[in-house]
């Protein structure tokens, strides 16, 4: 296999060598030029000279200079982006000065939407594109991460700030209780955005009302994000080399007690129970354990990507390979990816044109055991970082006597250290996604494409425990092994017939289309309880109970779509969509939905009688349209059982000669009659541009109703039924606001410019569609504790709490009140919400959520000569974080935990003048129920980003262009918020702002170079 691909990849770039050979066979001379544009002071840089017919070309440098050897004959083409194009015939001449002018065509941005582009002054739809420039000085490796604060809707959160963890992406907030995350098209097929290597991006637009996203269909329904890859340009080869490294540090520690104090915290424990102090207290233990220290590292963070692109007026090819590698603040977490990325195009004929992309990933992780899927299953209690915090100070790291030479615990149990560098936790990912396509020009105006994609994700996932003691609570003395490998084949194929024509001030464009999709995914795994050694990670060796599991799913999409667009002088824009999907996941009656939308705007600004000093566009926007979703479990309008389980065989027979026959139970139960979900959207919008677009703004306000929700029903457990039936019960509307405003200048030495944006959107449940119609969730501790809830009439998740009130100061305060019988001086004092005298569930109420009242990011970019600086701020406002992390801090169950430095000050009778509750071994008050006490502001404002660099012009005949910088990401947060980082809201839609003890995020310090020769 693997020889197979360097051949394809050799051939490949034999076929590159090969496009470059143009060269004339002409006596040559040597031609120094240079290129400045009319509307701009001093020279061009990076401007393409290229002579006609053959690839022998070069760039100007940085002051607009060139060089090239060319024949008497020869004839230059000078071209560069947002210019006309200039042939020059070289003649005798050995000296050229050229002047582009501005195109006034190409300075108009295009945008990539649905199956083709269109001008931006054209759209009738809410569409943002990304500043790509502004993404690309963002270090990292994700692209989706990188999204955060750059686009008005779009929200990127961080739900870990563990390497190689996903980022939670929101577009317009959540439009249903189920799936919300966005569809990724990629080069024109659907695909994983996480694989993608930010250096490789050209575009990325995003797709948020219906109109624009209907194109889509059915996974459009929380929006579309497309991402256009570079391609080659016509011109000399370009090298190019972007190289950084960086140190990564956590941005604060968390207060907790040393040795010393954490026995006097003890005694005062127990003494408040009438209770001996524990033995520890008294013991000369010398030891003293910052185990943050122990655990979190300055980690190296390093990536370096290679490219070379070019082409001439039959062909272009971009090729690049990446690298990337950080290590996680946290010892015995990193994560590496290696990319490689193909693009090449062919020009047949003046009416032929095929090309491909080829991206490869692969990617290699090492994780802690935290469970991001599920925010370490609802139970700060399992979160590593919660295990550093509570780790006992009084208990040594190392012991060079032991057998793996971490020390056993005096003081409990536990190695916090020894474990996460024992256990394996590692996945390993490959990632293929390609496609090709054909486009034919059939007549004038109308062209026809086809493309054909398919996306191959394996992955490798091991998680191996070795025999450990580090004492009666902490040990294992039998090693373990589990493994489990997945492949998901993914292939899409799409046919479309494109017409676009010019009628006097009519114009008009239509497309219609047709797709098919199939997805088919296949796990094996297997696991083992005893291995024989520590060293043996094979499940083959063992000798333990074997246990074995699989699945085999496929699901199929089919569809037909249309769009047509028309404008009358540039003024009146129209634009209609319909699509008609097909999906796998519906029963035969229901297996169809239609999706239709239109939208409308009017260019304001060039009606003839409309003249308003200072506007320079003017244009209001209206759509409506429907969209489907079908993101939920395949299969579930069949009734399935369950035979993978030994204990459901029956023995038959009799005694001496019993056979175990298999037995079956039912798991699910059939939703025959589910039908896809669809949200109705109507968005209101306005495009305004001020001082001949030195200024612009965006403004969109859109409201969201989603019917027929697709919702699980509650079942009682006693039932047997593991898999929750869905019905179509549920009702949410989502609304919300959102605008952006740059201002720029870009004459002279100094140039600069300002974009901000901010992002506003809230949720209503009006149905669900069962009993009680709400729910539960937001647990903290062991599944208990539950701290959210979703019902009818609020938000998904609010915070559902018992209010507080202080602390009770004395017993006569206790007994007014009436209502605790087991408080005492010091403990919480809650709050009877409902007046019936008695505290119980009743008394919860709504007290906030963890979505914020509105997002923002502000970008500032300048230049001066060579020089260029970069500010990136990005926060939220509004949103509440309820701090479990706090709360195990907090809470006295035993002897095997540190606390928060917080119980320092907690309440006695001679410290009365405090907010933190008495220490208490027993707790009878229970002082650490949920309640606003451990809610806490998650406002925030982050210096994102802060870069400074120095460019550069041809330093030598080699390099064409160099710049170096310097950077710092995460610089520093403003907020109230006591934990580790306020923006790492978790992955649970259901309990956004619950701090289960999540991988803190970290701050980077950069230095980086670019070069191109």
């Given at each position: 296999?693997?020889?197979?691909?360097?051949?394809?990849?050799?051939?490949v770039?034999?076929?590159?060598?090969?496009?470059q050979?143009?060269?004339?066979?002409?006596?040559?001379?040597?031609?120094?030029?240079?290129?400045?544009?009319?509307?701009?002071?001093?020279?061009?840089?990076?401007?393409?000279?290229?002579?006609?017919?053959?690839?022998?070309?070069?760039?100007?440098?940085?002051?607009?200079n060139?060089?090239l050897?060319?024949?008497?004959?020869?004839?230059?083409?000078?071209?560069?982006?947002?210019?006309t194009?200039q042939?020059v015939?070289?003649?005798?001449?050995?000296?050229?000065s050229?002047?582009?002018?501005?195109?006034?065509?190409?300075?108009?941005?295009?945008v990539?939407?649905?199956?083709?582009?269109?001008?931006?002054?054209?759209?009738?739809?809410?569409?943002?594109?990304?500043?790509?420039?502004?993404?690309?000085?963002l270090?990292?490796?994700?692209?989706?991460?990188?999204?955060?604060?750059?686009?008005?809707?779009?929200?990127?959160?961080?739900?870990?700030?563990?390497?190689?963890?996903?980022?939670?992406i929101?577009?317009?907030?959540?439009?249903t209780?189920?799936?919300?995350?966005?569809?990724?098209?990629?080069?024109?097929?659907p695909?994983?955005?996480?694989?993608?290597?930010?250096?490789?991006?050209?575009?990325?637009?995003?797709?948020?009302?219906?109109?624009?996203?209907?194109?889509?269909?059915?996974?459009?329904?929380?929006?579309?994000?497309?991402?256009?890859?570079?391609?080659?340009?016509?011109?000399?080869?370009?090298?190019?080399?972007?190289?950084?490294?960086?140190?990564?540090?956590?941005?604060?520690?968390?207060?907790?007690?040393?040795?010393?104090?954490?026995?006097?915290?003890?005694?005062?424990?127990?003494?408040?129970?009438?209770?001996?102090?524990?033995?520890?207290?008294?013991?000369?233990?010398?030891?003293?354990t910052d185990?943050?220290?122990?655990?979190?590292?300055?980690?190296?963070?390093?990536?370096?990507?290679?490219?070379?692109?070019?082409?001439?007026?039959?062909?272009?090819?971009?090729?690049?390979?990446?690298?990337?590698?950080?290590?996680?603040?946290?010892?015995?977490?990193?994560?590496?990816?290696?990319?490689?990325?193909?693009?090449?195009?062919?020009?047949?004929?003046?009416?032929?044109?095929?090309?491909?992309?080829?991206?490869?990933?692969?990617?290699?992780?090492?994780?802690?055991?935290?469970?991001?899927?599920?925010?370490n299953?609802?139970?700060?209690?399992?979160?590593?970082?919660?295990?550093?915090?509570?780790?006992?100070?009084h208990?040594?790291?190392?012991?060079?006597n032991?057998?793996?030479?971490?020390?056993?615990?005096?003081?409990?149990?536990?190695?916090?250290v020894?474990?996460?560098?024992l256990?394996?936790?590692?996945?390993?990912?490959d990632?293929?996604?390609?496609?090709?396509?054909?486009?034919?020009?059939?007549?004038?105006?109308?062209?026809?494409?086809?493309?054909?994609?398919?996306?191959?994700?394996?992955?490798?996932?091991?998680?191996?425990?070795?025999?450990?003691?580090?004492?009666?609570?902490?040990?294992?003395?039998?090693?373990?092994?589990?493994?489990?490998?997945?492949?998901?084949?993914?292939?899409?194929?799409?046919?479309?017939?494109?017409?676009?024509?010019?009628?006097?001030?009519?114009?008009?464009?239509?497309?219609?289309?047709v797709?098919?999709?199939?997805?088919?995914?296949?796990?094996?795994?297997?696991?083992?309880?005893?291995?024989?050694s520590?060293?043996?990670?094979?499940?083959?060796?063992?000798?333990g109970?074997a246990?074995?599991?699989?699945?085999?799913?496929?699901?199929?999409?089919?569809?037909?779509?249309?769009?047509?667009?028309?404008?009358?002088g540039?003024?009146?824009?129209i634009q209609?969509?319909?699509r008609?999907?097909?999906?796998?996941?519906?029963?035969?009656?229901?297996?169809?939905?239609?999706f239709?939308?239109v939208?409308?705007?009017?260019?304001?600004?060039?009606?003839?009688?409309?003249n308003?000093?200072?506007?320079s566009?003017?244009?209001?926007?209206?759509?409506?349209?429907?969209l489907?979703?079908?993101?939920?479990d395949?299969?579930?309008?069949?009734?399935?059982?369950?035979s993978?389980?030994?204990?459901?065989?029956?023995?038959?027979?009799?005694?001496?000669?019993?056979?175990?026959?298999?037995g079956?139970?039912?798991?699910?139960?059939?939703?025959?009659d589910?039908?896809?979900?669809?949200?109705?959207?109507?968005?209101?919008?306005?495009?305004?541009?001020?001082?001949?677009?030195?200024?612009?703004?965006?403004?969109?306000?859109?409201?969201?109703e989603?019917?027929?929700?697709?919702?699980?029903?509650?079942v009682?457990?006693?039932?047997?039924?593991?898999?929750t039936?869905?019905?179509?019960?549920?009702?949410?509307?989502?609304?919300g606001?959102e605008?952006?405003?740059?201002?720029?200048?870009?004459?002279?030495?100094?140039?600069?410019?300002?974009?901000?944006?901010?992002?506003?959107?809230?949720?209503?449940?009006?149905?669900?569609?069962?009993?009680?119609?709400?729910?539960?969730?937001?647990?903290?501790i062991?599944?208990?504790?539950?701290?959210?809830?979703?019902?009818v009439?609020?938000?998904?998740?609010?915070?559902?709490?018992?209010?507080?009130?202080?602390?009770?100061?004395?017993?006569?305060?206790?007994?007014?009140h009436?209502?605790?019988?087991?408080?005492?001086?010091g403990?919480?004092?809650?709050?009877?919400?409902?007046?019936?005298?008695?505290?119980n569930?009743d008394?919860?109420?709504?007290v906030?959520?963890?979505?914020?009242?509105?997002?923002?990011?502000?970008?500032?970019?300048?230049?001066?000569?060579?020089?260029?600086?970069s500010?990136?701020?990005?926060?939220?406002?509004?949103?509440?974080?309820?701090?479990?992390?706090?709360?195990?801090?907090?809470r006295?169950q035993?002897?095997?935990?540190?606390f928060?430095?917080?119980?320092?000050?907690?309440?006695?009778?001679?410290?009365?003048?405090?907010?933190?509750?008495?220490?208490?071994?027993?707790?009878?008050?229970?002082?650490?129920?949920?309640s606003?006490?451990?809610?806490?502001?998650?406002?925030?404002?982050?210096?994102k980003?802060?870069?400074?660099?120095?460019?550069?012009?041809?330093?030598?005949?080699?390099?064409?262009?160099?710049?170096?910088?310097v950077?710092?990401?995460?610089?520093?947060?403003?907020?109230?918020?006591?934990?580790?980082?306020?923006?790492?809201?978790?992955?649970?839609?259901?309990s956004?702002?619950?701090?289960?003890?999540?991988?803190?995020?970290?701050?980077?310090?950069?230095?980086?170079?670019?070069l191109?020769?």
């Amino acid at each position: 296999m693997k020889k197979n691909i360097l051949k394809t990849l050799g051939s490949v770039l034999l076929v590159l060598i090969l496009i470059q050979l143009g060269l004339p066979a002409q006596a040559q001379s040597l031609i120094k030029g240079t290129v400045t544009a009319s509307d701009e002071e001093g020279g061009l840089p990076g401007v393409s000279i290229l002579e006609k017919g053959t690839s022998n070309g070069t760039v100007t440098d940085f002051d607009g200079n060139f060089s090239l050897n060319v024949g008497s004959e020869a004839t230059l083409v000078i071209s560069y982006i947002g210019y006309t194009t200039q042939d020059v015939t070289v003649g005798n001449q050995t000296s050229i000065s050229v002047v582009l002018d501005p195109d006034v065509e190409t300075l108009e941005e295009i945008v990539v939407i649905g199956y083709g582009t269109q001008k931006k002054a054209e759209l009738s739809s809410a569409v943002s594109s990304v500043d790509v420039d502004n993404l690309q000085k963002l270090p990292g490796a994700n692209v989706a991460g990188m999204l955060q604060g750059q686009v008005a809707g779009v929200t990127s959160t961080t739900g870990s700030g563990a390497p190689g963890s996903a980022p939670v992406i929101r577009v317009r907030g959540m439009g249903t209780i189920g799936n919300n995350d966005p569809l990724f098209v990629i080069d024109g097929i659907p695909g994983d955005i996480s694989s993608i290597n930010p250096n490789d991006i050209e575009s990325i637009n995003v797709l948020k009302d219906a109109a624009a996203a209907t194109i889509y269909g059915s996974r459009a329904s929380n929006g579309v994000v497309v991402v256009t890859t570079k391609r080659g340009k016509v011109g000399p080869p370009v090298v190019s080399l972007n190289a950084y490294m960086g140190v990564s540090s956590i941005n604060k520690k968390i207060d907790v007690l040393n040795r010393d104090q954490n026995n006097q915290v003890s005694t005062a424990a127990f003494a408040a129970e009438g209770l001996d102090p524990l033995p520890y207290t008294t013991l000369p233990i010398t030891t003293d354990t910052d185990w943050q220290d122990e655990m979190f590292r300055n980690g190296v963070e390093q990536k370096y990507d290679l490219g070379i692109s070019g082409g001439n007026e039959f062909a272009n090819y971009n090729f690049s390979i990446g690298f990337y590698d950080k290590e996680g603040t946290i010892i015995a977490s990193d994560y590496n990816r290696y990319n490689l990325r193909m693009n090449v195009d062919f020009k047949l004929s003046d009416r032929i044109t095929i090309g491909q992309t080829i991206s490869y990933a692969r990617s290699e992780r090492n994780r802690l055991g935290e469970d991001e899927s599920s925010d370490n299953g609802g139970n700060a209690g399992l979160s590593p970082v919660l295990q550093i915090l509570e780790s006992m100070p009084h208990n040594a790291v190392y012991d060079p006597n032991s057998p793996n030479g971490y020390a056993e615990a005096v003081v409990s149990s536990g190695n916090v250290v020894g474990l996460n560098n024992l256990i394996t936790d590692k996945s390993t990912v490959d990632n293929l996604q390609a496609n090709i396509y054909l486009e034919a020009k059939i007549i004038e105006g109308l062209k026809f494409r086809t493309r054909f994609g398919v996306n191959m994700y394996s992955e490798d996932q091991v998680y191996h425990v070795p025999t450990y003691t580090f004492g009666p609570q902490s040990a294992n003395d039998k090693a373990s092994l589990w493994e489990l490998r997945s492949k998901t084949s993914e292939w899409v194929w799409n046919n479309v017939l494109d017409y676009s024509k010019t009628f006097g001030d009519h114009t008009v464009s239509a497309l219609v289309g047709v797709s098919a999709e199939e997805r088919v995914y296949k796990s094996t795994g297997g696991s083992n309880n005893e291995l024989p050694s520590n060293k043996l990670m094979a499940l083959s060796a063992g000798i333990g109970d074997a246990n074995s599991f699989g699945s085999n799913v496929t699901r199929t999409i089919s569809s037909a779509f249309g769009q047509f667009n028309y404008s009358y002088g540039d003024k009146y824009l129209i634009q209609a969509s319909i699509r008609r999907d097909g999906s796998s996941r519906f029963g035969e009656d229901n297996r169809y939905g239609v999706f239709p939308s239109v939208s409308l705007g009017w260019r304001v600004s060039s009606e003839d009688f409309f003249n308003v000093p200072g506007i320079s566009n003017l244009k209001p926007r209206f759509s409506i349209g429907k969209l489907g979703n079908q993101n939920i479990d395949d299969y579930l309008f069949l009734a399935r059982v369950s035979s993978n389980n030994s204990a459901l065989n029956y023995p038959l027979g009799g005694e001496a000669s019993q056979v175990p026959n298999i037995g079956t139970i039912s798991r699910t139960l059939a939703s025959y009659d589910i039908k896809w979900e669809e949200s109705t959207t109507r968005n209101f919008g306005l495009d305004l541009g001020l001082l001949e677009d030195q200024v612009t703004l965006t403004f969109d306000y859109f409201h969201t109703e989603t019917s027929d929700m697709l919702v699980g029903v509650p079942v009682p457990a006693t039932s047997g039924i593991t898999v929750t039936p869905v019905t179509n019960g549920g009702q949410l509307v989502n609304k919300g606001w959102e605008m952006a405003v740059t201002y720029k200048k870009v004459k002279g030495d100094f140039q600069y410019n300002i974009t901000g944006n901010i992002t506003s959107n809230n949720n209503e449940v009006t149905q669900l569609g069962f009993a009680d119609e709400s729910f539960t969730n937001g647990h903290v501790i062991y599944d208990t504790h539950p701290t959210t809830r979703t019902e009818v009439g609020r938000s998904i998740g609010e915070f559902y709490l018992f209010k507080t009130d202080g602390l009770f100061q004395n017993q006569g305060e206790i007994d007014a009140h009436g209502i605790q019988p087991n408080a005492q001086p010091g403990d919480i004092k809650f709050v009877d919400v409902n007046d019936d005298g008695e505290l119980n569930d009743d008394d919860r109420t709504y007290v906030g959520s963890g979505i914020p009242d509105f997002e923002y990011g502000l970008t500032f970019n300048a230049s001066y000569k060579n020089f260029d600086f970069s500010l990136f701020f990005q926060g939220s406002q509004g949103n509440q974080v309820y701090n479990g992390t706090k709360v195990f801090l907090y809470r006295r169950q035993g002897d095997d935990k540190n606390f928060s430095a917080d119980l320092l000050n907690a309440w006695t009778p001679s410290n009365t003048n405090t907010s933190v509750p008495r220490v208490s071994m027993l707790d009878a008050n229970q002082n650490i129920r949920p309640s606003d006490y451990f809610m806490e502001n998650g406002s925030y404002l982050r210096l994102k980003n802060v870069q400074l660099g120095y460019s550069f012009g041809e330093i030598t005949k080699m390099f064409s262009s160099a710049r170096v910088y310097v950077a710092a990401e995460n610089l520093f947060t403003i907020t109230g918020y006591d934990g580790y980082d306020p923006g790492n809201t978790g992955y649970q839609q259901f309990s956004r702002g619950v701090d289960v003890g999540l991988y803190p995020l970290s701050r980077n310090l950069i230095m980086g170079v670019q070069l191109k020769f």
